[in-house]
């Protein structure tokens, strides 16, 4: 492990101890390094297929990552984790997506999304993305914690979705709970608004505004900043 504290080059710092790596498509695929208290290095979903060159870069850069946690398990979150050498964990109800060779969830509705171009290109983006299949070392739930964070289960997006709150800086890490780009669109979203996933990959969102975080770091885009973002959070979840 990386005992000198220097952090590898190419990461934006997004909180204390906590470090965004970006790619792909516009830049705009997250993946999360994480510090712990006792100096362990956690990551934070695994980004795209594509990706997965720079992620290896980056842990051994770091001297090593004791191990990747999975928001959850679609393709666009689970793309490096094959081909880190680094043990893999994820919420209970994510392990049986995270090991199907399927790279589009069984409850996916992509006939759904309204705009056809995007309707008929998200098949090929998401076995673009995706890594495969994904061997579950362990599993986290909520409640639990994660180098400092505590975990929060957010079903909707994914049956096992999950994020990290630390509550003494309020700094949510949330995977797909929210949106700063539009899902259906594929498209940037006006700075300061949110979105949630479309109807077509999702079902409840009202659970992340109810923490009030000031920092909102998504799977995708940068993050959201505010002192009280509860409106901005309650707006998303209320559209669908």
């Known amino acids: 492990m990386n005992q000198s504290g220097a952090v590898p080059k190419g990461l934006e710092e997004v909180a204390e101890n906590v470090w965004l790596l970006t790619g792909d498509l516009k830049g705009a695929m997250n993946v999360y390094f994480i510090r712990g208290p006792e100096g362990e290095i956690v990551q934070f979903d695994a980004g795209t297929s594509p990706m997965t060159k720079e992620n290896r870069r980056v842990i051994e850069e770091f001297g090593g990552i004791d191990r990747v946690v999975l928001g959850h398990a679609h393709a666009?979150?689970?793309?490096?984790?094959?081909?880190?050498?680094?043990?893999?964990?994820?919420?209970?109800?994510?392990?049986?997506?995270?090991?199907?060779?399927?790279?589009?969830?069984?409850?996916?509705?992509?006939?759904e999304l309204e705009f056809a171009p995007v309707r008929w290109i998200y098949p090929f983006l998401l076995r673009r993305w995706d890594g495969g299949a994904v061997e579950i070392a362990g599993t986290v739930e909520e409640g639990d914690t994660v180098a400092g964070f505590e975990v929060v289960h957010f079903p909707g997006h994914a049956p096992g979705l999950i994020g990290l709150w630390r509550e003494s800086d309020r700094v949510a890490l949330v995977s797909d709970t929210v949106y700063f780009v539009d899902s259906a669109r594929l498209k940037p979203l006006p700075e300061g608004v949110a979105s949630v996933p479309h109807p077509a990959w999702a079902w409840d969102h009202q659970k992340l505004a109810a923490l009030k975080p000031r920092v909102v770091a998504a799977g995708h885009d940068q993050p959201l900043r505010g002192e009280d973002l509860t409106e901005i959070l309650s707006a998303a979840a209320d559209k669908y």
Do not use: K
């Open 76 to 111: 666009d979150h689970r793309g490096t984790a094959p081909g880190l050498g680094v043990p893999v964990y994820c919420h209970p109800d994510e392990v049986a997506d995270a090991t199907s060779d399927a790279s589009i969830a069984p409850y996916m509705r992509l006939r």
